[in-house]
């Protein structure tokens, strides 16, 4: 059964850094592209960051390109996201995605298959 499981959230002051960890099992996807994404109360999930299988080619939401970074560890079949000067407006509940069977990263929720249950982000003012 293939699991993607999201770590590191937490409450964080406004300015702070959280790095947070998506690890999968059930099969591996250093094939595949690996994305980020982010719910707000009362908001629809939007897009965050997305990597490719080999991890040398990012992309991220423009308003969050220069604090949030994207990574991976295809030995360990982990993702990480680590978002450094968070705002309150970054509190949300996180998730990552895994897109199989396609090269190209995608930015749009229903291109993904594998969907991990989410971490919460509070950032206080």
């Known amino acids: 059964q293939v699991q993607l499981v999201e770590s590191g959230g937490g409450l964080v002051q406004a300015g702070g850094s959280l790095k947070l960890s998506c690890a999968a099992s059930?099969?591996?996807?250093?094939?595949?592209?690996m994305g980020w994404f982010r719910q707000a109360p009362g908001k629809e999930r939007e897009f965050v960051a997305v990597?490719?299988?080999?991890?040398?080619?990012?992309y991220y939401a423009t308003s969050l390109k220069g604090r949030f970074t994207i990574s991976r560890d295809n030995a360990k079949n982990t993702v990480y996201l680590q978002m450094n000067s968070l705002k309150p407006e970054d509190t949300a509940v996180y998730y990552c995605?895994?897109?199989?069977?396609?090269?190209?990263?995608?930015?749009?929720?229903?291109?993904?298959?594998?969907w991990g249950q989410g971490t919460q982000v509070t950032v206080s003012s």
């Open positions: 990597i490719s299988g080999s991890g040398g080619i990012t």
């Open positions: 059930g099969r591996t996807f250093s094939s595949d592209a």
């Open positions: 995605a895994a897109r199989t069977g396609s090269l190209t990263l995608s930015q749009k929720t229903r291109t993904y298959d594998y």
